[in-house]
């Protein structure tokens, strides 16, 4: 779809993303994927490794058999978590929490699909999606994902964003299941997992919104270029404080 590279094309040199925004497709049956979905099926993969894929410019397909992430497999509705972390006894052994209980609740309050709503998850860059996706997940240094989360308050009529996380499963629960659940945008500081898992760099984390909200997100964002962008990248009243500073250094 033309519309589609031409929000994927906004985001990208507009916010000068390094790599491609997502489009994530949660789909319900085998039988009815559309014949466009021409996407590659990968052996054991973690959900946050196809979004890395993805986002690199591949097409990912991922099923209940594929999916080798067990937190991932629960949240999408592939199968139950398994006792080790239900128990947050897991959790522990990783070193991400003190306590059992902290685990358990976490996983407790985590935002998953219902069992079986879906077979399996499409992944592919933006600019090469069939369709509008039902997420759009984007990887990125804080700076570029703000223009995001401002254009979305500024959707929302100047209410303030909330961002929803538990530290954990941040591409699949806080960037996925949470904006495809709720209808909204949602951020998040990243988690162990996939900063672990993958090539996110210290420096970038992640966001998701709804496709639904691209026209609305874009025209924000080519909005913000004609001014407040390139003033607040410029860093003019920095420049200023230093070049005083450096000034009184000289007297």
């Known amino acids: 779809m033309e519309n589609l590279k031409k929000y994927a094309k906004v ?3 507009i916010l000068n993303l ?6 994530v497709f949660l789909l319900s049956s085998m039988t009815d994927e559309p014949t466009f979905f021409d996407f590659k099926d990968v052996e054991k993969h973690r959900y946050c490794q196809a979004l890395m894929r993805a986002r690199r410019g591949e097409a990912i397909k991922l099923t209940n058999e594929q999916i080798s992430c067990p937190a991932a497999a629960r949240a999408f509705g592939f199968r139950p978590l398994p006792d080790g972390l239900a128990s947050g006894k ?8 003190q306590q059992p209980e902290t685990g358990k609740i976490m996983f407790e309050n985590m935002p998953h699909l219902d069992p079986g709503s879906i077979t399996h998850i499409a992944l592919c860059p933006l600019k090469d999606a069939p369709l509008i996706p039902d997420v759009v997940v984007v990887e990125g240094e804080p700076e570029q994902l703000m223009w995001l989360l401002l254009a979305d308050l500024n959707m929302a009529g100047g209410e303030r964003r909330i961002g929803n996380t538990a530290v954990l499963q941040a591409t699949c629960v806080d960037s996925t299941i949470i904006p495809y659940l709720e209808n909204r945008m949602n951020f998040t500081l990243g988690c162990y997992g996939c900063r672990e898992a ?8 992640v966001i998701g919104f709804p496709g639904n909200m691209l026209e609305s997100l874009c025209k924000a964002i080519e909005y913000f270029s004609e001014k407040a962008m390139p003033r607040s990248r410029s860093k003019n009243t920095y420049k200023s404080l230093t070049d005083k500073r450096d000034a009184k250094g000289c007297e």
Request: aromatic share 4%; net charge negative.
């Open 11 to 13: 985001m990208k040199e």
């Open 18 to 23: 390094e790599t491609e925004p997502v489009a």
């Open 90 to 97: 897991g959790l522990v052994g990783f070193g991400i929490t």
């Open 198 to 205: 993958t090539d996110i760099k210290t420096t970038e984390t």
